[in-house]
């Protein structure tokens, strides 16, 4: 289902024909539906304000240029409030410079063995200017957090009431870690400076994009990504994801092999037109034609021509022995005979492809994954440079387990839905992988 999202946007044409000067405002119902015209309305307004400003057409020019250059993954999302509400923040040191901490200790170790990071006199300062932003600001709760090498990670609670924007509140903190970085350089910051007759602390002598003050580089990269957590489980899910950091990056050390993007693969049954036609021999499209073109099209953006990326061991990808899982709502009386037929096939050896889109194959995925069985999973998304599993296909991956395969080109999305078409070009990609009939459960193998 999708969440609705009630908010309040300004009506410009009508605070334009206003004779009084009084801003009238209108309310709408949005949906994660209507994120085009929500972003032209955006759009508007900032060419508006831009319009009404004193701002110097090659401020403009800079401005805007900036925000062009801005990775989608950094940017804010129109539709959550910033003001409430738990955030997992994420944010990157310049050049990826491995200052803040070490990984020590050993997979599986306890004690002073467990997986930990020590921490630079730089990264305990980070870990300092965290622990003081409930004392700027009293509306913020601190949740547990991260140093990495040369990244940092960590929770945050914005109260009910709070009036300060996420961006403020990581603004101040990154720059009481950029200030930290100046007193491990030498920088002093904190001597007063004589301009015009005036004292003016230097401290504020830094550029608001945080890239370069007027007295030394900054720790962080410009910007910081944010993921909004809804519910109790999520916010859960983030803690234990920041407590497994170290674990995760000492595995990654020892196995880096498994968790390499190997991209471009080739194979001679997959291509375009093998993807177009498995979406023009659907039963829906086959009698809507518009509608057919329209998915085509869709599907021709997304789709990645230079061949298939995976991760993880190429061995599963080579076994001879491989079965293709796709639940029809057709079968679902029949889905425990299915889920029994795939679960003892895999503990025979075979390893079974899917897309696992559906409740029910879902429910088969996490039965293989708690068997330790073999798993190629076919992703909904291109990978990122630096993408990694999570969670137990994190695990899995490390152990040579799964597999995980994409034919799409990455796209960064907060909360991307599947169109039925990926669903058809996934469940066509998982037959040609196996080429075996995705109703073989049906009779013995």
């Known amino acids: 289902m999708l969440r609705?999202?009630?908010?309040?946007?300004?009506n410009i044409s009508a605070a334009k024909k206003s004779h009084c000067g009084k801003k009238h405002f209108c309310r709408k119902e949005i949906t994660l539906l209507d994120n085009i015209i929500l972003y032209k309305i955006f759009a508007f307004q900032f060419n508006y304000n831009f319009a009404?400003?004193?701002?110097?057409?090659?401020?403009?020019?800079?401005?805007?240029?900036k925000d062009a250059q801005m990775k989608d993954a950094l940017k804010r999302d129109p539709l959550i409030n910033y003001t409430e509400g738990y955030f997992f923040l994420t944010l990157n040191t310049r050049g990826e410079a491995p200052i803040l901490s070490r990984v020590a200790g050993r997979v599986g170790g306890t004690g002073a063995d467990a997986p930990h990071c020590e921490y630079t006199a730089l990264g305990k300062g980070v870990i300092e200017s965290w622990k003081k932003m409930p004392l700027v600001c009293p509306t913020v709760r601190?949740?547990?957090?991260?140093?990495?090498p040369?990244?940092?990670h960590g929770l945050l609670h914005l109260l009910p009431g709070n009036k300060r924007h996420l961006g403020t509140l990581v603004s101040g903190f990154m720059a009481g870690c950029t200030h930290h970085y100046w007193d491990s350089l030498g920088i002093d910051w904190r001597t007063p400076c004589m301009k015009d007759g005036v004292y003016t602390p230097r401290m504020h002598s830094r550029d608001r994009h945080h890239t370069r003050s007027y007295l030394g580089p900054a720790l962080f990269v410009r910007g910081y990504n944010d993921v909004e957590a809804l519910t109790a489980e999520e916010v859960r899910v983030k803690m234990e994801y920041i407590a497994k950091q170290a674990e995760k990056r000492l595995i990654q050390g020892d196995r880096h092999q498994c968790f390499i993007?190997?991209?471009n693969m080739k194979t001679a049954a997959w291509n375009l037109e093998v993807a177009k036609r498995a979406v023009a021999d659907d039963r829906f499209y086959?009698?809507?034609?518009?509608?057919?073109?329209?998915?085509?099209h869709a599907v021709v953006a997304r789709f990645n021509i230079q061949g298939l990326d995976y991760i993880g061991d190429r061995r599963l990808l080579a076994c001879e022995k491989k079965l293709p899982l796709i639940c029809h709502r057709a079968d679902m009386p029949f889905f425990n005979q299915q889920l029994e037929a795939?679960?003892?096939?895999?503990?025979?050896?075979?390893?079974?492809?899917?897309?696992?889109?559906?409740?029910?194959?879902?429910?088969?995925?996490?039965?293989?994954l708690i068997e330790q069985l073999p798993v190629i999973e076919i992703v909904d998304n291109g990978f990122a440079d630096r993408y990694r599993p999570t969670g137990k296909s994190f695990y899995a991956t490390a152990e040579k387990r799964l597999v995980q395969i994409s034919c799409w080109n990455y796209q960064y999305t907060r909360d991307a839905a599947v169109s039925r078409e990926m669903c058809l070009v996934m469940n066509e990609l998982a037959r040609v992988i196996t080429q075996k009939p995705d109703d073989w459960w049906k009779r013995p193998l």
């Open 52 to 65: 009404t400003m004193k701002y110097t057409a090659e401020q403009i020019a800079m401005m805007r240029m």
């Open 286 to 296: 086959k009698s809507h034609g518009a509608k057919c073109d329209e998915a085509c």
């Open 4 to 10: 609705r999202n009630r908010i309040e946007v300004k």
């Open 150 to 152: 040369e990244h940092f």
């Open 342 to 368: 795939v679960v003892n096939a895999a503990r025979n050896g075979w390893v079974i492809v899917s897309a696992f889109i559906s409740k029910a194959e879902r429910e088969i995925r996490r039965q293989l």
């Open 261 to 263: 993007i190997r991209r």
């Open 142 to 148: 601190i949740g547990p957090c991260e140093v990495m």
